[in-house]
């Protein structure tokens, strides 16, 4: 009696349970690869018709004026969060400083949150040796780590030199810029009102150092081919990746600035900016330096922050992005954001599980429903 009660519970329960399980893993996936179909697509309408972000929008090179002279160039601000980088603040704050922009309208904001003296006191000479150079360079530095790197970017944007500038341009410690970087990527902010970014590719240094490099490369070029010049080219929403980006500070503003709410504050920020009525532009010609993370561990936490951190952040912002009625993003950035990396081990770890307990689901059925 107690086994057919078993055998009862598990034909009611069991089973319907995983065929829920299955039929939402199949809808979650035929809606990923129509997207993904649609976003290739895109991408060789783009490849075959050149379309290319000059195209789309208007861009023009910066050229100094007779009569103004440099006073025609925006000011920017490069701001470059670290925390105890030792083995590539050198490069990451040399190569700001080496950007072409006029000297009296360019500020390079260091945001140090080291907490090793040795390090902070290396970044305050590289700091202070690019001064007497004449760059326009701050060191600046907290009490405290609140917030990690959103707190960081929060705090720098309070300082009153910054309200004098026009752009923001924002760096990771590991991320090196080329020189023409802001000749190229500046001109579609001034030239276009409704852009509020222009994101950069990364292009990766050590790319071939490992298996594991290896296969982030992979996915991360795919990442920018296709899923951002899609998204830029349909003039749809593509999140900011951190970094390799220049900002408009109005834009910025009007979102409500900086937010440490979450562990993804690029993802927050780009998100609340959308929102607003503002656009976005990918440039995949212009590529900055970065390093992959070539150690596990490094890996696993940087994962691990890539996949909680938009799922927090959309437990918070629904509210708000229903009052917005902007049902697109509720698609892009929830659905198709979090189902592209999970779906795959979602589906894997289901048809495995049903795989290996078909034999078991039939023997159930059939008992129930003999022949």
Known sequence: MKTMWWRDMRSLLIVPMFKCLVAICLVISLLV?????????????????????????????????????????????????????????????????????????????????STDPTIMEMVSIECGKWATKGINIKCERRDNRNGYKAGA???GMRHSYVKTCTY???????????????????????????LALVQARWKFVNAKKCLMTRMQEMSLNYHFTAEQESGSTRHAFFGFNGTAGVWRLAAMEEAGGWKDR????????????????????????????SELPSQFKAFRFQQHRWSCGPANLFRKMTMEIIRNK??????????????????????????????????????????????
């Open 33 to 113: 690869f129509v997207e993904s179909l649609y976003m290739n697509i895109v991408v060789i309408y783009v490849k075959l018709c050149k379309r290319k972000p000059e195209k789309i929008y208007k861009w023009e090179a910066m050229q100094e004026d007779l009569e103004l002279g440099n006073q025609n160039f925006p000011m920017v601000l490069v701001q470059i969060p670290m925390y105890n980088e030792r083995e590539v603040f050198q490069l990451s704050i040399g190569a700001a400083c080496r950007l072409i922009w006029p000297l009296d309208r360019l500020i390079v904001q260091v945001l140090d949150d």
């Open 262 to 289: 979450t562990t993804v504050e690029d993802m927050d920020l780009a998100v609340r900016v959308g929102l607003h009525g503002w656009k976005f532009v990918f440039v995949n010609d212009v590529s900055v330096k």
């Open 153 to 155: 970017l929060k705090q």
């Open 326 to 371: 902007v049902h697109y993003y509720y698609y892009s950035f929830y659905i198709s954001d979090q189902s592209k990396r999970k779906t795959l081990l979602f589906s894997i770890l289901i048809y495995f599980i049903l795989r290996h307990t078909n034999f078991f689901f039939l023997s159930i059925m059939r008992n129930k429903h003999p022949l």
């Open 168 to 194: 923001i341009a924002i760096f990771d410690a590991d991320f090196q810029p080329e020189p023409d970087y802001l000749e190229r990527t500046v001109p579609f902010l001034i030239h276009n009102p409704e």
